[in-house]
């Protein structure tokens, strides 16, 4: 049983790899879904190199409404943990599983309810407020700051006409090095507005 779980985790280190495909580039069937019955959407994604996989937190307005849900993998803290052998091989594969399925309104997707009680201006406008419309991908670079296998975030806004993607890689580490981009620094208040919002630790 030990050989049939090192061969298995191998299998997966050797693949696994070569498989990710860069999700933040693709117009999956849950952001088709949320384009039809939803009059706006903003998603945050934030990953990293080692796990670009889906880790959505989706914010949705629908006449007046405003609506949270999470997209992510249930499976991805038990990684590295010292387990039983055949649960972690079901873990294994069910973490396997999350990577193969294509976002879709399936069971990875999931109402959020906040953990604390909030009367001010709606997430809609606060989400305006922080220039989430006027967001455009950073512009400011200089060879003096080299990060690597930095945290990545994407920015979807979805509409009933358009799906943009904005993309950041490692926005709080080269804010240190050109502070005067200030759509990276947007970013970065962004990413930490959807943090508190869904308690992302």
């Known amino acids: 049983m030990f050989f049939r779980l090192v061969a298995f985790l191998f299998l997966l280190l050797a693949t696994g790899q070569e498989a990710k495909s860069q ?17 706006s959407t903003l998603i945050y994604h934030e990953f990293s190199s080692w796990s670009p996989y889906p880790n959505y937190h989706i ?3 629908s006449k007046g409404s405003v609506f949270l ?12 943990r010292n387990l039983p052998m055949e649960l972690a091989l079901h ?3 069910s973490d396997d599983n999350f990577q193969a399925v294509k976002p879709d309104t399936n069971r990875y997707l999931l109402p959020f309810v906040p953990a604390f009680h909030y009367n001010g201006p709606n997430r809609w406008e606060q989400l305006a407020q922080l220039r989430i419309w ?3 991908p950073a512009t400011q670079f200089t060879a003096t700051c080299s ?29 240190t090095c050109t502070p ?6 947007t970013a970065i208040e962004l990413m930490r507005y959807f943090r508190d919002l869904f308690k992302v630790r």
Not at 23 to 39: G, I, R
Not at 151 to 172: G, L, M, P, W
Not at 180 to 185: G, I, L, S, V
Request: charged share 30%.
């Open 69 to 80: 849900f999470t997209y992510k993998n249930p499976y991805a803290a038990i990684r590295g």
């Open 180 to 185: 005067a981009d200030t759509n990276r620094k």
């Open 91 to 93: 873990f294994y594969r």
């Open 23 to 39: 999700w933040y580039k693709e117009e999956t069937p849950l952001h088709q879904f949320f384009q039809k019955h939803f009059d």
């Open 59 to 61: 914010v949705a307005k």
């Open 147 to 175: 990060v690597e296998d930095g945290s990545e975030i994407v920015f979807y806004r979805i509409t009933k006409n358009d799906i943009q993607t904005i993309y950041f890689y490692d926005a709080e580490e080269l804010d």
């Open 134 to 136: 006027q967001l455009q």
